[in-house]
């Protein structure tokens, strides 16, 4: 569940070509990853994160791995490497994902899906051919990364403060690719001066939490907050897990060329 969440908290740099009218880009982005608080067995972590979104004029495509190792109390080591890859349609009704984990250098996990939902936001479905041929269906209502992290930065324009929707992402099998994310969007952050390539800023807080049939939410099993720019850009995050949270924080970004689409 660590890997899964890793990656599919910081799929939040997949955006669309356009939201609410602003168009949105592409770009490289490198993260540092360092330990941020110690509540548990967990003593140091030291990673990155790398992502690189692009336009493909029919559809956006995200390429994204995050690796870490970690030292524990009882003088032990822990180590991840996640690679994820997505590309969604440009009406945010189809999905392919393919993620694959690694631990200790060895193949420990390998998802692959497409999905898809329909115009009118009835249910949708998502096919599996790894791990196994299944197929799992979709809650009416059930957006992408892509469309969500459209739909916060339109609500933060318009000055919203909590956007709850049902999110598939891919970056896992069956239900831990499916989660009720809650967001508490704050008041804008003003840019630096130092760095004109990006834009106002948001501070979000999203917490994960399982889709299942019960009275209230309980306890998130995952928590994220970060910085969002109006173009889609990722500036800073912080990755919690209870038992440890980790930052993230923007060390390099390259702005890419948008296609030219007939």
Same mark, same amino acid.
């Given at each position: 569940?660590?890997?899964?969440?890793?990656? !599919?908290?910081?799929?939040?740099?997949? /955006?669309?070509? %356009?939201?609410?009218? !602003?168009? #949105?880009?592409?770009?490289?982005?490198?993260?540092?990853?360092? #330990?941020? %608080?110690?509540?548990?067995?967990?003593?140091?972590? *030291?990673?990155?994160?790398?992502? %690189?979104?692009?336009?493909? @004029?029919?559809?956006?495509?995200?390429?994204?791995?995050?690796?870490?190792?970690?030292?524990?109390?009882?003088?032990?080591?822990?180590?991840? $490497?996640?690679?994820?890859?997505?590309?969604?349609?440009?009406?945010?009704?189809?999905? *392919?994902?393919?993620?694959?984990?690694? !631990?200790?250098?060895?193949?420990?996990? =390998?998802?692959?899906?497409?999905?898809?939902?329909?115009?009118?936001?009835?249910?949708?479905?998502?096919?599996?051919?790894?791990?196994?041929?299944?197929?799992?269906?979709?809650?009416?209502?059930?957006v992408f990364p892509s469309e969500h992290m459209a739909r916060l930065i339109d609500h933060a324009k318009s000055? $919203? *403060?909590?956007?709850?929707?049902?999110?598939?992402?891919?970056?896992?099998?069956?239900?831990?690719?499916?989660?009720?994310?809650?967001?508490? +969007?704050?008041?804008?952050?003003? !840019?630096?001066?130092?760095?004109?390539?990006?834009?106002?800023?948001?501070?979000?807080?999203?917490?994960?939490?399982?889709?299942?049939?019960?009275?209230?939410?309980?306890?998130?099993?995952?928590? /994220?907050?970060?910085?969002?720019?109006?173009?889609?850009?990722? *500036?800073?995050?912080?990755?919690?897990?209870? =038992?440890?949270?980790? $930052?993230?924080? #923007?060390?390099? +970004?390259?702005?890419?060329?948008?296609?030219? @689409?007939?």
């Amino acid at each position: 569940m660590l890997a899964y969440t890793l990656v !599919a908290a910081t799929a939040a740099v997949a /955006l669309p070509v %356009e939201a609410n009218g !602003a168009e #949105l880009s592409p770009h490289r982005a490198f993260y540092e990853l360092n #330990l941020a %608080e110690v509540r548990g067995f967990v003593t140091d972590v *030291r990673g990155a994160f790398a992502v %690189e979104w692009r336009h493909a @004029c029919e559809g956006y495509t995200s390429e994204q791995r995050l690796w870490f190792v970690g030292r524990t109390d009882d003088g032990g080591s822990f180590d991840y $490497d996640v690679r994820f890859s997505t590309w969604e349609s440009a009406d945010n009704r189809q999905m *392919r994902f393919a993620m694959r984990s690694f !631990a200790g250098g060895r193949l420990v996990e =390998e998802v692959r899906g497409s999905a898809e939902l329909p115009a009118d936001g009835g249910p949708g479905r998502a096919v599996y051919t790894e791990p196994g041929n299944f197929e799992m269906q979709l809650p009416a209502g059930t957006v992408f990364p892509s469309e969500h992290m459209a739909r916060l930065i339109d609500h933060a324009k318009s000055g $919203d *403060r909590v956007v709850s929707v049902d999110l598939f992402d891919g970056a896992g099998a069956g239900d831990d690719a499916l989660a009720k994310v809650t967001a508490v +969007i704050g008041d804008p952050l003003e !840019a630096k001066e130092q760095d004109t390539t990006l834009p106002r800023a948001w501070p979000m807080a999203l917490a994960y939490h399982e889709l299942v049939e019960t009275e209230g939410l309980g306890t998130p099993v995952f928590e /994220l907050s970060f910085d969002l720019t109006a173009d889609g850009v990722m *500036r800073r995050a912080l990755l919690d897990y209870g =038992e440890f949270a980790l $930052d993230a924080e #923007l060390d390099q +970004i390259e702005m890419l060329n948008q296609p030219v @689409c007939e």
